[in-house]
Structures are given as C-alpha cells and as structure tokens.
C-alpha cells in the first residue's frame, strides 16, 4: 500500500481538526464579541504555526506517548488508514451537530482499535493509560482552575480583560499547535520513514499544518464557538479571562509532561470552572460525545482493519 493516500488522509484529519478543535481556542473572545471571527480565526493561525514550530525543535514527548501505543510492524500503513479514516468520520459526524470533539483521542482510540484487529499482543498498555491519565487531569485541572482564577482575579475594568483574552486565546492556539500540530507531523513523519525509508519532514510540513487547521476554522468552525462559547454558559469579559488562563496552564503542564490531550476537553472544562450558570443539557450532549469518541472510533478502525486485510 502507497503512503501517498494515507497523507491525503493525514491532511483530512488536520482540516476537520480545524472544525472541531482549533475553535475552541477562540471560542470565548468570539463569543464575548472581543474578536470578530476572521480576526481570531487569523490569530489561531499564526500562533498554531508558532506552536507546532517551537515545541517540534524542543520536544516529541506528546507524539511519542501517542505512536508507541502499538506496534503495527507490517501492517502500518493498513492500521494508520484505518485509524485516520474512522477520525474524520466520527469527526464530522460530531460536528455536524455542532458538538466539539477531541482528535486525540479519536486518534488514540483508532490505533487501539487496529491494533486489537491485527492482534491484541500488538497493543502496548502503558502509553495507552499515560493517555487516559492525561484525559482526567485536563479535565480536573481546567475545572480547578478555572474556578480558581474567578474567584482570585481582582476586579479591573472590563477594557482590561477584554485585552486580556486575546493574549489568552492567542498563547491556547499555540499550545493547541504544540499539542495537535506536534502529534500530526508526527503521523507524516512515520509515514516517511515507512514509504522512503527516513523520517524527516520538509521545512514547510508545518506550514501546510497550521494552514489547513485555518482554513478548517473558516469553513465551520462558528459550530463550534457557539456551542463552546454561548450556548454552554454565560462569559463575561472577566470570567472568559479567567477561562483562557486555566486552559492555557492546563494544556501548558500537559505538554511539558508528555500527556497527549485535548484542547477541547481543557477549553471547555476551564469554561465550565470559570462561567456563571452552566446550561446543563449542552454540558451533557459534551459528554456524551466524548464518552462514545473511545468505543466510536475503535469500532471503525476495528471493521476497517478487518475489510483492508481481506
């Protein structure tokens, strides 16, 4: 099997993060009418861009958690198509109803699903629970702080926090590329090393990246701002501050530790933390994404590994 086709899909899977993921990043100055759309949509971009760049010359320790989750051997290629095709699918399936889900953790469960097809021997645990530790901590922790940074910022003008959101959401764009962008260059560079035999990726790979994640903010990304960051709960200028600096200590401790995790969850769970009545039936309809994201995306990988090595 060609790599050509499975990068086409890598590139799929990079564009639908830009619907579902990427926007949760700007959601709350979106939403508080600090950012007009295409303005925020272009400050996710670049710090994207900054994000994939900068962690990818520091660290790999989020990719490496993530692809050390099973050792495929020949059938790479098979489980990485399986893998990648049941993310965008369940990706979109989510989106179309507006909810945010996590590529993660669509991607995680995709390679455990193709790894129990080709064999359970082919699945390695302890990564597997590092990735579930990572998921209960960036809920946990942007809850916490969320809630903490409310209660302790002291009371300034509503021009300051308004400020205060932009820097907010441009450094969670960057974290959201050094997470995800770190994750998918990470899947081309295997791809590479499976195809032609080496791992290195062109210096404009992280371009394509950051670009793609934009244009899928562009085309429907409003879907998702508007169930994170109007329809969940009520943000004012104060509180959306609060939420941006709980999402980006969460995802910035996550990093550093190696923990593959979900701009998604920490966003939403430090605006759950740091908002003023929570719309309990949307919360909900959140939930029970994410919790049908595991066994979802296992069971397609799992069916599509079974049909391609037919």
Request: charged fraction near 10%; charge should be positive; proline fraction near 4%.
């Amino acid at each position: 099997m060609s790599c050509v086709p499975v990068l086409l899909l890598l590139a799929g899977v990079i564009l639908v993060n830009g619907w579902t993921d990427a926007p949760n990043a700007i959601a709350a100055p979106v939403a508080a009418g600090v950012l007009s759309f295409p303005s925020a949509v272009i400050l996710a971009a670049v710090c994207n861009l900054l994000g994939v760049v900068c962690t990818a010359r520091i660290s790999d320790a989020v990719a490496r958690t993530l692809y050390s989750i099973a050792d495929f051997g020949p059938q790479a290629l098979t489980a990485l198509t399986a893998t990648l095709s049941a993310t965008v699918l369940w990706a979109v399936f989510a989106w179309r109803f507006g909810v945010p889900t996590s590529e993660s953790h669509a991607l995680v469960a995709g390679l455990t699903g193709a790894a129990l097809a080709l064999g359970a021997d082919r699945l390695r645990l302890a990564p597997l629970l590092w990735v579930g530790l990572g998921l209960v901590l960036s809920l946990a922790l942007g809850v916490l702080l969320g809630r903490l940074f409310r209660r302790r910022l002291p009371r300034r003008r509503e021009s300051f926090y308004r400020r205060g959101q932009v820097i907010g959401a441009a450094l969670t764009a960057f974290l959201h590329g050094a997470q995800d962008g770190q994750k998918f260059l990470g899947v081309g560079a295997l791809l590479l090393s499976l195809g032609r035999g080496h791992d290195s990726l062109p210096g404009w790979a992280s371009w394509v990246c950051a670009l793609l994640m934009a244009l899928g903010t562009l085309i429907g990304g409003r879907r998702i701002i508007d169930t994170v960051g109007r329809k969940m709960v009520t943000l004012d200028a104060r509180s959306g501050f609060a939420a941006e600096c709980a999402c980006a200590l969460t995802l910035a401790a996550c990093t550093l530790w190696g923990f593959p995790v979900s701009t998604t969850h920490a966003k939403t769970a430090a605006i759950l933390g740091a908002g003023a009545a929570p719309d309990g039936r949307v919360a909900g309809s959140l939930g029970l994404a994410w919790l049908f994201t595991f066994p979802a995306c296992g069971f397609l990988s799992f069916f599509l590994v079974k049909c391609l090595i037919l």
